[in-house]
């Protein structure tokens, strides 16, 4: 009578599960059998080739205790989780299938092209926590890099943190860092480490930032540069996602968008996969910031500031908008301008126009109003129209065009305009490991080429020193971008 009673259940269990739609569970085992635990739960045990799929993930082993009461899944044998994020595998799982989310031991995997092996692993593959890690790029077998951490915590598929984080530079160690932040998708530039940079004003100095997340919606960016010949910089950004998705934290200045890393300035197509951004709310504290693409010579800034930023999509355009609120104050060598409490409203917009096989037209729009106490607004409007030629996948070639219009003025340099007319060239060639690129800005009205700016790097699969040289104002950069991806 009880093993009738067994097989009745079985029967029953197998008939729901195969009733139902390609979006449930849909299990295949070589053996399977009914076992009832001590608390009268029954649990299906699977044996020999098991496949667990559920909402197009897998799960691959070959033995599973499952539970489709508590939607869990359970085993102390080596198993497979495979997913859109990338491939897990590890010595035990105790994985709850609808949400997606569980605890996996002596795992090892690739997560958005990140390799990494871990002592535990708790969440999910976009979102998780693990202990005792190992994390290399491109290359599991042989990484020219390679980094150790006693914790790591992966949030929405951005940003990696590691804390105690020893970094291995082709098998030799190079520094400890209390805590390091990789940027899983951003793969043009993934790793922020102290780095080196020259001017003839300030002489040789050192760069460091830092990236601690707050919670599953804020970030904090701490950046310090101390010079041989200059004030130290200092600069404090926190931001809050009130919506899905990271906070935003770029630079408030539009016009320098692109310009903000010397690798995706020349870069016309980074290597770059946008994450979801959210509506955030963002606060700023800035003393004697030397802007890498400054105006001119011996100009500092010194800002505080809160601000607004929604991030905008329609169609295949996308952009953003910002309120903002602050005192912004100004001094080129000693002589300050009067701090000023300034508001601004400021835009940007990103439209593809038109494409067919090595061209693209697209239409790059910046916008923005600021006024002033005691002085009153400025505002202008910068479109720019810009043809892309990629004749390869080693050479592109951009030319840009752009009328801009200014009307009222501003009390700070760094607000102008630098050309209302220009005509620029971007272009990046690889031959090889070698990385050329070169950046030139022509203001159409002064007959000036009035910005030169050069690149150059070397990449070992995935890993690429490079020199940035700018000639006016005079700025040379020397670092190392670590990325996912190979030539």
Not at 84 to 97: A, H, K
Request: net charge positive; aromatic share 10%.
């Amino acid at each position: 009578m009880r093993r009738i009673v067994v097989a009745g259940w079985m029967l029953l269990l197998l008939m729901h599960l195969c009733a139902q739609s390609p979006e449930a569970l849909q299990i295949r085992a070589l053996q399977y059998s009914l076992q009832r635990t001590p608390e009268g739960e029954w649990l299906l045990e699977l044996v020999g080739k098991v496949t667990i799929e559920y909402q197009g993930r897998r799960l691959l082993g070959e033995q599973f205790l499952l539970d489709t009461e508590l939607a869990r899944v359970r085993s102390d044998a080596p198993f497979s989780l495979i997913t859109d994020e990338g491939v897990l595998n590890g010595q035990r799982v105790d994985y709850f299938y609808e949400a997606q989310r569980g605890r996996f031991e002596g795992v090892q995997g690739q997560v958005f092209g990140i390799y990494l092996d871990a002592v535990a692993l708790e969440g999910d593959l976009n979102d998780f926590a693990a202990c005792e890690v190992t994390v290399s790029t491109c290359d599991p077998v042989r990484p020219p890099v390679r980094i150790r951490a006693s914790s790591v915590r992966l949030r929405q598929g951005a940003r990696l943190t590691l804390r105690n984080a020893r970094l291995f530079i082709y098998g030799q160690p190079l520094l400890i860092l209390p805590q390091l932040t990789v940027r899983v998708r951003e793969t043009a530039e993934i790793i922020s480490l102290p780095a080196p940079i020259y001017s003839a004003e300030t002489g040789w100095g050192a760069r460091i930032r830092v990236e601690i997340p707050l919670d599953s919606n804020g970030l904090v960016q701490a950046s310090a540069t101390s010079y041989l010949r200059a004030t130290p910089e200092t600069r404090l950004v926190a931001g809050i996602a009130l919506s899905a998705g990271e906070p935003v934290l770029g630079e408030p200045e539009l016009r320098l968008r692109f310009e903000q890393s010397a690798l995706y300035n020349l870069r016309e197509s980074p290597e770059r996969v946008a994450t979801q951004r959210g509506v955030t709310l963002r606060a700023e504290y800035a003393s004697n910031i030397r802007p890498l693409f400054a105006p001119r010579e011996r100009l500092r800034l010194s800002r505080r500031e809160i601000a607004l930023i929604v991030p905008l999509t329609h169609r295949d355009g996308f952009g953003e908008a910002s309120l903002r609120y602050g005192n912004l104050g100004e001094r080129v060598d000693t002589q300050p301008s009067p701090t000023r409490v300034r508001f601004s409203i400021e835009g940007d917009w990103f439209q593809p126009l038109w494409r067919t096989g090595k061209w693209q037209l697209r239409l790059h729009l910046w916008a923005s109003y600021a006024r002033y106490a005691g002085v009153g607004d400025y505002q202008w409007l910068r479109p720019q129209l810009e043809l892309l030629w990629q004749p390869n996948g080693t050479l592109t070639l951009m030319t840009g065009y752009v009328r801009a219009s200014t009307r009222g003025d501003s009390p700070f340099l760094t607000d102008q305009l630098r050309a209302r007319r220009e005509l620029n060239l971007r272009t990046e060639y690889r031959h090889g490991n070698l990385r050329v690129g070169a950046l030139l800005k022509y203001d159409v009205e002064a007959r000036t080429l009035y910005d030169v700016q050069i690149l150059l790097g070397w990449r070992d699969r995935c890993l690429e020193p490079y020199l940035f040289w700018r000639r006016s104002p005079s700025a040379a950069l020397i670092g190392v971008n670590i990325t996912t991806l190979e030539f």
